[in-house]
């Protein structure tokens, strides 16, 4: 399936977050880092979460941190960070997060083979959990690499 | 059959609702169409839809519908969306 390509510049492993706000601008950073998306994205994608509340917590431990396609976005991209503490997203059932993905999609149209690579790799229920405890930016990439 | 997925953007969670809804609508032999979309387009698509897949922050803002409203906690979790749609639908 067609996940978007994880260059080590979208990784981040072991950050350190005071609340979601800021582990969403450290997705939003990384995708900004490897030319997925312009500055202002981690404003929108936290925006989201102001408007709709913490639904993007859409797994235990995971948080999909996204916006709608927009002039923010240069290209499909895919950032990871993993949390050395976990933080709230005051999700009723899925806090605290420890893996946060950050997504920016250009096109709707496309999205969906996108979403299916992301369905192939968190299917797996041990996925979150190892990327959570992945050491190096390396062990990140091979743990995507191996289930897309 | 018509199901559709509601998240805020309309594109990566109610996209994920839907792949996986699909995947586990097939094993299950059913035959559905399921749409993405995000709650602003809600009243454009959901037509005679029979089911809305969604999260619990949803909920209100979907309101009043004819629609049965699941909501679904862990996205991947291929085995919460076969036990929740098969009571749906059932």
């Given at each position: ?21 800021e ?30 509340g913490?639904?993007?917590?859409i ?21 990871i ?68 | ?11 990566g969670?109610s996209?994920?609702?839907k ?31 029979q ?22 906690e ?17």
């Amino acid at each position: 399936m067609s996940l978007p390509p994880l260059p080590s510049e979208a990784v981040v492993v072991g950050a350190t977050a005071a609340d979601w706000r800021e582990a969403v601008r450290l997705a939003g950073a990384a995708l900004v880092r490897s030319g997925a998306a312009r500055e202002g994205y981690s404003d929108e994608m936290i925006r989201m979460i102001d408007e709709h509340g913490p639904y993007v917590v859409i797994a235990p431990g995971l948080a999909l941190a996204h916006a709608r396609p927009g002039p923010d976005v240069l290209a499909d991209g895919l950032a990871i960070v993993t949390l050395a503490t976990p933080v709230e997203f005051g999700h009723p059932h899925n806090d605290p997060v420890r893996v946060v993905l950050g997504l920016a999609i250009k096109s709707a149209d496309r999205h969906l083979a996108t979403v299916a690579g992301l369905a192939n790799v968190f299917n797996d229920s041990s996925a979150i959990q190892d990327l959570a405890e992945a050491t190096s930016v390396e062990a990140v990439q091979a743990i995507m690499e191996e289930n897309r | 059959m018509k199901i559709v997925a509601i998240c805020g953007a309309g594109i990566g969670s109610s996209g994920i609702l839907k792949v996986n809804a699909e995947r586990v609508l097939k094993r299950l032999d059913i035959d559905a169409v399921v749409v993405a979309a995000d709650i602003a387009s809600l009243p454009a698509v959901i037509g005679d839809a029979q089911v809305i897949l969604t999260s619990a922050e949803f909920v209100e803002a979907i309101g009043k519908t004819f629609a049965d409203v699941v909501v679904i906690e862990n996205y991947f979790d291929t085995a919460e969306l076969t036990t929740k749609l098969e009571k749906a639908l059932g």
